[in-house]
C-alpha cells in the first residue's frame, strides 16, 4: 500500500478527528525515519516526545521481546512484577513514594484529579489550572485545559476548575478559596506554544500550596523524564510537587501513563477506589524499565542538557539572522521558536527537506527531537530549517 492509498483508506475508515500530515511513517531507527516511499527523515519531533531514546531502540526491542515469550498481560487482580520493579524505579528517581499506572496522559491526569478531589474530602474541591494549559481529552482533562478552541460543543463538563494567567503570581492567589484543593499546571506548556514557568511564579505556587495544603500537581507528561536537561522539569526550581504525572516517553514508544504521589496523598486510594485494566501491564511495564535502563547507561539526561544548550545557541544564531522570530524558548530538547507569521508553511517546507517538527499554538515552530541526538544532526536540521526560512522570503535582517 503506498502513501496516497493509505489516505484514502483513513478518511475512509478513521475518525476523521486528526489533521493529518500527507505522510506515512513506515519505519525508524534511532534520530531517523522513512516513509512508504523510502525517504529518510530527521525526526525532530519524535512522536510529540514519545520517541525519547530514538525510535526501536534494541534495549526496548529486547525487553519486549523478553517478556512477550513470558507474559504479555495480566489483570490487576494479581501482583505484576515489573510493574512493582517499574515503581519502586521511579520513586528512586523522584519525590515520590508512590505510583499508580494508567495507559495514556490524560488518564494519568485524571488520577490526580481524583487524588486531589480525595484531598478536599468534599468541602473543597475546586483546582485551579493555567490558561493555555493543556492536560487531555478526556471531558475532565478537557475542563482543566484552559483553551476553549479544545472545548467547543462538547459541554456540559465537570464542574470544579478555575482558570489562571500563567506566570502571574498575583491573579492566582486572587482565584485561591477555601474551595481550592489543588493547582495544576504543567512546568513548561507544551502544547500552550513551550513556554516555561519563571521561577518567582513557581516558588510563589509551591508557597501558597505550602502555606494552605493545597495540592500541587505537575503534569510533566511533555518536559517529563530528561527532556528539559533534568529527570523532572520540577528539578530546575528546587521544589517538590504533591502529585506529578507522566507519560508519552516513558515505556519507550509503548502507550502508558504514570501518577506518582507522596505517601500523604497516594495512600487516599484505597482498594477498589481506582483501577484501569491494562495499566501497568507486564509487557508495558518492561518496556518502561528498558526505558529508564536506557536513559541512565546512555546518561541522557545529561545529553540533553548539553545537546539542548548546544541546539539552543543555534537556534539564537537563527534569531539574530531573522527579524521574524519573535523569540527563542524552552530548555534542555524542548525548544519553541516563535514566528511572526502561522508555521504551518516552514512546517511543510522542512518536511520537504527531510525533517520532521510541528507547528503548535498556531506560531511556535515546536521541537522535541530524540534526547540522542547528536551535534551533526543538530546541525542538519538547523540547515534545513534555515533554507526553509530562506525559501519563504520572508526576508532576513
Ligand atoms: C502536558 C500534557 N498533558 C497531557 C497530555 C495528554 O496526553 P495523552 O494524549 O497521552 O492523553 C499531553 C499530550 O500532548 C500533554 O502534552
Redo the contacts with the bound molecule.
Keep these: 500500500m503506498d502513501t496516497q492509498m493509505a489516505m484514502q483508506m483513513d478518511k475512509k475508515y478513521v475518525m476523521q478527528s486528526y489533521s493529518r500530515i500527507p505522510l506515512v511513517i513506515d519505519k525508524g531507527k534511532g534520530v531517523r525515519v522513512w516513509d512508504k516511499e523510502g525517504r529518510e527523515y530527521l525526526d525532530f519531533i519524535s512522536g510529540?516526545?514519545v520517541n525519547a531514546i530514538g525510535h526501536c531502540h534494541p534495549e526496548i526491542l529486547r525487553a519486549l521481546t523478553h517478556q512477550a515469550k513470558r507474559l504479555l498481560h495480566c489483570s490487576n487482580l494479581y501482583y505484576i512484577e515489573p510493574q512493582a520493579n517499574l515503581a519502586r524505579a521511579l520513586c528512586e528517581v523522584s519525590f515520590a513514594d508512590k505510583v499508580f499506572f494508567s495507559?495514556?496522559?490524560?488518564?494519568?491526569?485524571e488520577a490526580a484529579i481524583k487524588l486531589a478531589r480525595r484531598w478536599g474530602k468534599g468541602k473543597r474541591y475546586e483546582i485551579i489550572t493555567m490558561k493555555e494549559?493543556?492536560?487531555?481529552?478526556?471531558l475532565t482533562?478537557l475542563r482543566a485545559?484552559a483553551q476553549t478552541k479544545y472545548q467547543k460543543g462538547f459541554g456540559p463538563f465537570p464542574p470544579g476548575f478555575k482558570y489562571s494567567p500563567f506566570n502571574d503570581l498575583e491573579r492566582l492567589k486572587e482565584r485561591v478559596s477555601e474551595k481550592t484543593c489543588a493547582i495544576m499546571l504543567?512546568p513548561i506548556?507544551?502544547?500552550g506554544g513551550i513556554r516555561m514557568a519563571s521561577e518567582d511564579f513557581m516558588e510563589g505556587v509551591w508557597e501558597i500550596c505550602r502555606g494552605k495544603r493545597i495540592l500541587l500537581i505537575l503534569?510533566?507528561?511533555?518536559?517529563g523524564l530528561g527532556r528539559t536537561g533534568k529527570m523532572f522539569a520540577y528539578q530546575h526550581y528546587g521544589i517538590e510537587p504533591d502529585i506529578m504525572?507522566l507519560?508519552?516517553p516513558l515505556a519507550g514508544g509503548l502507550?502508558m501513563?504514570a501518577t506518582l504521589a507522596k505517601e500523604e496523598v497516594a495512600s487516599l486510594f484505597k482498594p477498589g477506589d481506582h483501577a484501569s485494566t491494562f495499566g501497568g501491564n507486564p509487557l508495558v511495564s518492561s518496556a518502561a524499565l528498558a526505558f529508564l535502563k536506557v536513559m541512565e547507561e546512555e546518561n541522557l539526561v545529561k545529553k540533553a542538557e548539553e545537546r539542548g544548550e548546544y541546539f539552543g545557541e543555534r537556534l539564537k544564531e537563527l534569531k539574530a539572522k531573522y527579524s521574524f522570530i519573535k523569540e527563542i524558548r524552552g530548555k534542555g530538547l524542548m525548544r519553541g521558536i516563535e514566528l511572526e507569521f502561522e508555521g504551518k508553511g516552514v512546517v511543510e517546507k522542512c518536511r520537504y527537506q527531510g525533517l520532521l517538527i510541528n507547528c503548535t499554538a498556531k506560531k511556535v515552530l515546536r521541537f522535541l527531537p530524540p534526547l540522542t541526538v547528536k551535534e551533526e544532526e543538530i546541525d542538519q536540521a538547523v540547515d534545513i530549517l534555515q533554507g526553509a526560512f530562506e525559501e519563504l522570503g520572508q526576508g532576513g535582517k
Excluded: L, M, V, Y
Design positions: 510529540i516526545g495507559n495514556s496522559g490524560a488518564e494519568a491526569n494549559s493543556f492536560h487531555g481529552r478526556t482533562t485545559t504543567e506548556q507544551g502544547e503534569d510533566e507528561i511533555q518536559c504525572t507519560a508519552k502507550p501513563g
